[in-house]
């Protein structure tokens, strides 16, 4: 690095001979003060040779320490820098040889962040919405369906172009020969094409107007191509700009040719991407929020929510005569608050129809519950005051079980205690998971619940 100073030979000396005492520095001070005071130069009376060895012992400790001895001190390429600045130094002079060297610092610091300064980081693909089982079965058995990356760091043409070849490596298409193959061309063992792209800017810090035109511009023309949907979330504003001066997205954030859906946040992202292979699977309705639902979750009640989590476990919907006068039918209005952060938690609700939101202190939204979802459970069954608090952003009809009613019915009719424990605890691990896909991911589930059930039947005593 840079020196302090050109005349350090007393600090190498001192060094060197392993002195560590403050006596050395009062002997420079008292012998400097007697060359100050003596009427002539005692330097006159020293030999230039002498002089000359020390600069020479001085210069070959420098370079034997600095590019000699570093090499285990530095890695290769820091090593080769100090060498090339030490050359350029000599070849021209001190100012232009430190020029270079930092020159060619700058362009190793570019090189190197383009290859490892930005990542892309693969995530789960589902959103913070509990929605009805079958349709929770549906977004499980087509997860592969979208793909989900954070893009981090400052992405300009060298970084962009290998984040590029890293995207083109998660999405599969079909090629002309009708085999699964990913976007950059080499194979791929999935069973399905990718239907959805999301690339999440929220870590991003910056982006330049070559990276954009000239690799997400194209990126969103080959997935348009090959009917693969491109969708932006978290898009900072001053990137927000730049995508859009390229022509990637409109001012009002609409796609275009080749162009990218733009949604607020992750979140939201994967919803938009869900709700679409929802409508895909076909046999839905829209809600007022434009949610696809169960027709016979949003019309036949609390028998039809809990139906809907027990028909795959040997329940029929007669097995549950005589639920409904154990729950409390509720309608509210849009904006009410159903629970706060701290309240007991002595009722668990189930959405027949509506929307209902989770929200953090800060009003964030932590879940979205939908027709069939079930919430208020986990504080329920801890026995816990409540985590978040809760609120009905549509007009919604709710079923409440409260805990007293729920210990009635384990005494009257403990058939129907078990199958509303049961839907509750396949709600949760539903829920808990990421992606459940194939007969024995299945299995897996349905063991995981049954030994739930076995560890909650002490807990189940209790009502």
């Known amino acids: ?36 005071v003596l009427p002539f130069s005692i330097l006159a009376y020293v030999p230039r040779m002498f002089f000359g060895a020390l600069l020479t012992f001085i210069g070959v400790d420098l370079i034997i320490d600095h590019l000699v001895e ?32 930092i020159a060619l610092a700058t362009l190793h610091f570019v090189l190197v962040y383009a290859r490892r300064g930005s990542s892309a ?42 984040l590029l070849e890293e995207v083109k490596g ?35 810090t910056g982006l330049d107007a070559t990276a954009a035109g000239s690799c997400f511009r194209p990126l969103g023309q080959v997935l348009m191509q090959n009917n693969v949907r491109f969708v932006l979330t978290g898009v900072p504003p001053h990137i927000l700009d730049v995508l859009t001066r390229q022509g990637i997205i409109q001012a009002a954030g ?12 992750l979140d939201l992202g994967l919803e938009h991407c869900e709700e679409a292979l929802l409508r895909e699977h076909g046999g839905r309705r829209t809600s007022a929020s434009g949610v696809g639902t169960l027709r016979s979750v949003g019309e036949g009640g609390i028998v039809a929510v ?13 097995d549950l005569d005589g639920l409904q006068e154990f729950f409390t039918q509720e309608t509210v209005a849009a904006d009410s608050i159903l629970f706060t952060k701290g309240s007991s938690a002595d009722t668990l609700f189930f959405v027949q129809q509506g929307e209902v939101e989770l929200l953090t202190d ?18 329920f069954f801890l026995e816990r005051p409540r985590t978040f608090s809760a609120i009905a952003r549509t007009d919604s009809v709710l079923w409440r079980l409260s805990s007293r009613d729920l210990g009635k019915m384990s005494a009257q009719r403990p058939d129907l205690s078990t199958a509303v424990q049961r839907a509750a605890l396949r709600s ?12 024995a991911e299945e299995v897996q589930l349905q063991h995981a619940v049954d030994g739930m059930m076995m560890h909650a039947s002490p807990m189940l005593h209790r009502y």
């Open 428 to 439: 949760l691990c539903l829920s808990a998971s990421t992606v459940f896909i194939g007969d």
């Open 254 to 265: 609409a796609p275009v040719d080749g162009g990218a859906f733009l949604v607020e946040s």
């Open 70 to 101: 570093s090499f285990h001190r530095m890695g290769p390429a820091d090593y080769v820098l100090a060498w090339l600045t030490f050359l350029a130094i000599n070849l021209l002079n001190l100012e232009l040889g430190m020029l270079v060297g």
């Open 362 to 379: 800060d009003g964030e939204r932590l879940q979205r519950y939908i027709d069939g979802g079930v919430f208020g459970d986990l504080d």
């Open 121 to 162: 980081m693969l995530l789960t693909t589902r959103s913070r919405v509990f929605r009805a089982f079958q349709d929770r079965q549906v977004l499980d058995a087509r997860a592969h369906r979208v793909v989900a990356l954070q893009l981090h760091g400052y992405l300009f043409f060298g970084s962009a172009v290998r």
């Open 170 to 204: 998660c999405v599969v298409i079909q090629s002309p020969d009708l085999e699964l193959v990913h976007l950059d061309g080499t194979p791929s063992r999935a069973r399905d094409t990718t239907g959805f792209l999301v690339l999440d800017f929220s870590k991003v």
């Open 306 to 318: 809990l139906a809907q989590y027990l028909n795959t476990t040997g329940f029929v919907q007669d």
């Open 1 to 36: 690095g840079y020196t302090g100073s050109y005349i350090f030979s007393q600090t190498i000396f001192t060094m060197r001979t392993g002195l560590k005492t403050r006596v050395v520095c009062v002997v420079i001070i008292l012998c400097e003060a007697i060359m100050f």
